[in-house]
């Protein structure tokens, strides 16, 4: 029901969009609410509070979901705009203004699907910031990094072997990506997709055949991640990737399907030693990135 022209429009409570805005990313109110630092039940009042002002249903709920209704999507797009504005506002009251160029190296799996997201949040807290970005592999970013070409820099190492001087933001299994139906993982000999040399998942993928004593052949090759993605979708080859790599379009092939165990792998970060006041702004997002995706699973 709308309210009455002659009295004041109720007052949207940023917090409560905040806890709106968390459930709608992740799909789930306990994951929200850890993310907001509430327990479930209080989620639930803050969403039925909002309900209960705005008259509608902003959520679509069943036993296993958590779905946007038509009014909840059209909401999502006022409610991060006003949480932007809120914390432009704030940043220029509460956070020095930093400003500055900051180099940063990454490798172009992270660089094409978690970058852009990290450093559109970063940008709006700090805007006088700016970020050059270099992708290549880590091995060539490791050398630009000792070279002080960079001033910080993502780098994917094995398992078994870890840069100097860097901090692990994130351990997870390397897995056999398939596509969905398809059948590569069934030809004889084995049809991989490989990145170049150099590769954590490379060398940990060509070890684990070899300790198994599986027949391949290296079917597809590309330094990016868009490649081997295209590889796999059209059955060509199987790939290895790290499990949160995978879409709802492709598989998780294990030792049912006669692919071997792979291991983990670690993404690590390594920031100069002298860093700047800005640099230092982005290492801190960074870490609060990856501090939120091993609670939520969600970027």
Known sequence: MNAPLNHPLPLLDLDVL???VAIAETGSFTTAANAVFRTPSAVS????????????????RDARSVTLTTDGEMLLGYARRLLSINREVVSKFIIPDIVGVVRL???????????????KRFAQSH????????????????????DRALDITLLTNSYKTSAVGAEVLLTEPIVWAGAKG?????????????????CAWRAGALEAL??????????YMSAHTAGQRAAIMADLAVAPLPKSFLGDDMVELGQK????????????????PDASAPVKAVADHIRATFELFRETGKF
Request: proline share 6%; hydrophobic share 40%.
């Open 182 to 198: 398809g059948c590569a993982h069934l030809r004889e000999p084995l049809p991989v997709s490989l990145w170049e040399e150099g």
């Open 105 to 119: 190296g990454s490798p172009d799996d992270y660089g094409e699907r978690i970058l852009p997201h990290v450093l």
């Open 257 to 272: 399907d006669g692919m071997p165990d792979i291991g983990t792998y670690n993404l690590a970060m390594v920031v100069a």
């Open 45 to 60: 009042m803050q969403i039925k509070k909002l309900e209960d002002i705005l008259g509608r249903s902003v959520f679509a």
């Open 18 to 20: 905040r806890t709106f």
């Open 210 to 219: 070899g300790r198994e004593g599986r027949n391949y052949r290296v079917a």
């Open 127 to 146: 805007p006088s910031i700016a970020v050059d970005v270099t992708i290549d592999q880590s091995v060539n970013l490791r050398r630009r990094m000792d």
